[in-house]
């Protein structure tokens, strides 16, 4: 009988529009893109010169303070961002620079085979090549203490702040403080642009006047437009003057969720760390927590790589970041037995579901006391190990399954339609050789049960 897997889930996030400008730069960035990766690669960051505000724009500045604009506007080097996902979810463009569809995301460098160990029983996983921080209490991300608050990039100049300050003195007070039709204030327009300066100086305008949170059509703040932008440094800088750290959008994206989702761990750690109360553990409209949403956008970029046979080393790299990501979000409290709401699945349940190798071994080494209950969580009926035999034809399969078996999942589990983890395996020599190892495993703990009772 084969698993029955439940409807794909609707994705993360949605494509942002601030005056069309995060979609310029999709554009912008995704052309140098190379043909025979364009669906599954990673884009160079963005230019250093900034684009000019056009004559059309509702924003646009006039008079003397005009010219001032135009050559801080040209001389401006805004921060580089790091190479952003061409992933999208399940058929939707999610956000800037993704391109195709996929269902979940990702995977970490591939190098050398690993023996990872520490638990009680001595485990080597073949195929587990993850460069990344052991799953500890003392690990930090980006080799920062748990209560650093990291400054990103060059100090902010004094001299362009106040020339960003005098041109909006000279503005008409509607324009600095209004929003257009689409629902942008000033502050949308220089945060989608990544001019910091202006940012700031628009962003104490609007403190000043209650509207540092003004939303956009879609719902976005100027802090969710600067963490989709990639721009941790005027995210702190939002951070700093007192935006809400938990604002979130039409679909329920907090700064989190969409850190998570493309990705971005400078501008989620610019987030955690801004000593700003931060709920770790919201839920978007779709039930998902940050957490979810990272353990998803993971998965959708390892079925990419698996497709490219490993060898795009920008997708690696964005791999690897969106591990961090998820390391992070764990490192601050994130619940790891957090079930989204919709389908109850734990972070586990999304990586075993996708063959999410990379990430279900990552999990699996995090100590908890209660290991055996985490592995053996239901969601709607299914534990993880339901969900691995039904990986019919995943190169990852067997491996799953004794991770899973190994870490203490029961094996005489059975789900909603009264079916055990073998019951949905495969047909065929290797369903049954996996149906062999259940077998053996679940004889194995009911000796072991009979042992502790006979001793009892």
Known sequence: MHFDKSPKEKPCCTLPTVKKLLEEKRRRESSPVPTSCSAASTSPGPSNTVTQLSSSEVFTCTGASSSSYSDMAVSFEP????????????GNDPGPSYTPAFSLPMSSEYSTQQQLSGFADTMTYQDCQMPVAEPTSSWSPLGLSQNTQMSFGSSMDATKLE???????????SRTTGQDEDGDTILHIYTAKGLRECAFAAAERLRDVGRLDAKEHKGKTALLVAVTANQPEIVQDLLSLGAEVNACDVNGQTALHLAAHYGFPEVLQAVLFSRRAVNLEACNFDGMTPLHCAAISHSATMKVLSTTGLTDVGLQSKAAEKLTCVQMLLNKGASLCSQEIKSNKTVLHLAVKEGNIDLVCYLL??????????VNMKAHGHTALHMAAGLHGNPHQEEILRLLLRRGADPSIRNLENDQPAHLLQSGPQGEQLKLLLKKRSA???RRYMSLQDQE
Do not use: C, V
Request: glycine share 6%; no cysteine.
């Open 163 to 173: 020339e960003a300050r005098m041109l909006l003195s000279g503005m008409d007070y």
């Open 365 to 374: 080494r995090i100590p908890l006391p209660n290991i055996k209950d985490f």
């Open 79 to 90: 921060w580089t961002s790091a190479p952003e996902p061409t992933l999208g979810f399940y």
């Open 444 to 446: 194995s703990s009911r």
